[in-house]
T-cell receptor, first 115, second 114 residues
Framework: AQKVTQAQTEISVVEKEDVTLDCVYE???????LFWYKQPPSGELVFLIR??????QNEISGRYSWNFQKSTSSFNFTITASQVVDSAVYFC????????????FGKGTRLHILP | NAGVTQTPKFRVLKTGQSMTLLCAQD?????MYWYRQDPGMGLRLIHY???????AKGEVPDGYNVSRLKKQNFLLGLESAAPSQTSVYFC?????????????FGSGTQLSVL
């Protein structure tokens, strides 16, 4: 069965610091998809990135970067030079390409960026 | 473009009452999902549907029923509400083709069961 673990429940950093959010996943499928979503204090869920299991290239989007390592079953998210607006709950999610069409989320990491 | 619309946005129920949450999407998506969000528990999948007339159980299906009579609508029912069902409920949809398509979420329904 698929599983997503976000071991960091809550993180606080001072503005402009870099911060990494960890995501470890479990799956039996060889083809699968990983996602990150952001939930700001307003409550909506905002898509950040998706990655399929055949693409291990790291991705950078502005201050955001993602490190996908199949060897450790991890898909970590780094925010560089954090800003107060980055304060939110961040969720990692997993979807398998097999017959099961579930999308399973981790418990989320609440990130506080302190001014 | 409305996207995914959930109704109602807020609801208070007494224990034992029933209600239906409606999710409507206008993107012609095949797949629809119901999640609940509780503090410290993240988003947990209740039920989902991969097409009109089909439904499947997620991680926490007990106490809920769903129906997908029309492609654009996915209903979540609580037959006899319990305080443990106090939560924020999110509906989501995606095309599903290819399977790495992202989810589009509704704005959520805050449900309190007293």
């Amino acid at each position: 069965a698929q599983k997503v673990t976000q071991a960091q429940t809550e993180i606080s950093v001072v503005e402009k610091e870099d911060v990494t959010l960890d995501c470890v996943y479990e799956t039996r499928d060889t083809t699968y998809y990983l996602f990150w979503y952001k939930q700001p204090p307003s409550g909506e869920l905002v898509f950040l990135i998706r990655r399929n299991s055949f693409d291990e290239q790291n991705e950078i989007s502005g201050r955001y970067s993602w490190n996908f390592q199949k060897s450790t079953s991890s898909f970590n998210f780094t925010i560089t030079a954090s800003q107060v607006v980055d304060s939110a709950v961040y969720f990692c999610a997993l979807s398998e390409a097999g017959r099961d069409d579930k999308i399973i989320f981790g418990k989320g990491t609440r990130l506080h960026i302190l001014p | 473009n409305a996207g995914v619309t959930q109704t109602p946005k807020f609801r208070v129920l007494k224990t034992g009452q029933s209600m239906t949450l409606l999710c409507a999407q206008d993107m012609n998506h095949e797949y629809m999902y119901w999640y609940r969000q509780d503090p410290g528990m993240g988003l947990r999948l209740i039920h989902y549907s991969v097409g009109e007339g089909t439904t499947a159980k997620g991680e926490v299906p007990d106490g809920y029923n769903v129906s997908r009579l029309k492609k654009q609508n996915f209903l979540l029912g609580l037959e006899s509400a319990a305080p443990s069902q106090t939560s924020v409920y999110f509906c989501a949809s995606r095309d599903g083709h290819p399977k790495d398509e992202k989810l589009f979420f509704g704005s959520g329904t805050q449900l309190s069961v007293l």
